[in-house]
T-cell receptor, first 115, second 115 residues
Framework: GAVVSQHPSWVICKSGTSVKIECRSLDFQATTMFWYRQFPKQSLMLMATSNEGSKATYEQGVEKDKFLINHASLTLSTLTVTSAHPEDSSFYIC???????????FGPGTRLTVL | SQQGEEDPQALSIQEGENATMNCSYKTSINNLQWYRQNSGRGLVHLILIRSNEREKHSGRLRVTLDTSKKSSSLLITASRAADTASYFCATGTQNSGGSNYKLTFGKGTLLTVNP
């Protein structure tokens, strides 16, 4: 399967600061990337669909001004959590797909802790 | 919103035994996928079954899909301690734009295989 990397793998920040998480597709051109959030002992919840060169599509209830997504190239999507608060602490996971397959390949995740 | 619901929430078995996990969903789907997640890690794709398929095999994995009952099962035969992980079903549906699929995850089953 495809290889997806995320950086950083974990981050601790103070409340009110912004944090950027990178998701890279290492071995193919990802026209679409997905961002998920997973709280402890819970399932993955899709936050947004990121399409290369166009605006992201956000799921209902996800604030697009708080979770900024940029997919400027076929190998990189970034998620910026702006003005982070303790309730934003979670495990953020990205996935990609070339768009020609239904299978998604997931990154290793980023653990965000907001103090 | 949550689509899949796994059953049981937790399963503990001895090495060598078979493990069966079930998943139910509510709406029509294009496909159903099973993923595995080790604690604090990203997801690994196990198997995809399309809505027009009834059964699929991959190594020690066997997946069934009953679209009339909106349910699927994952069977892991001859389990190993290394199979210990959380297993999620995810339903694949076409998004409103019709161009990409999105996955909606169930709550997962925590499988513990005791040596």
């Amino acid at each position: 399967g495809a290889v997806v990397s995320q950086h950083p793998s974990w981050v601790i920040c103070k409340s009110g600061t912004s944090v950027k998480i990178e998701c890279r597709s290492l071995d193919f051109q990802a026209t679409t990337m997905f961002w998920y959030r997973q709280f402890p002992k819970q399932s993955l919840m899709l936050m947004a669909t990121s399409n290369e060169g166009s605006k992201a599509t956000y799921e209902q209830g996800v604030e697009k001004d708080k979770f900024l997504i940029n997919h400027a190239s076929l190998t990189l999507s970034t998620l910026t959590v702006t003005s982070a608060h303790p309730e934003d602490s979670s495990f953020y996971i990205c996935s990609d797909t070339s768009g020609y397959t239904d299978t998604q390949y997931f990154g290793p995740g980023t653990r965000l802790t907001v103090l | 919103s949550q689509q899949g619901e796994e059953d049981p929430q937790a399963l503990s078995i001895q090495e060598g035994e078979n493990a069966t996990m079930n998943c139910s969903y509510k709406t029509s789907i294009n496909n159903l996928q099973w993923y595995r997640q080790n604690s604090g890690r990203g997801l690994v794709h196990l198997i995809l079954i399309r809505s027009n398929e009834r059964e699929k095999h991959s190594g020690r994995l066997r997946v069934t899909l009953d679209t009339s009952k909106k349910s699927s099962s994952l069977l892991i035969t001859a389990s190993r301690a290394a199979d210990t992980a959380s297993y999620f079903c995810a339903t694949g549906t076409q998004n409103s734009g019709g161009s990409n699929y999105k996955l909606t995850f169930g709550k997962g089953t925590l499988l513990t295989v005791n040596p």
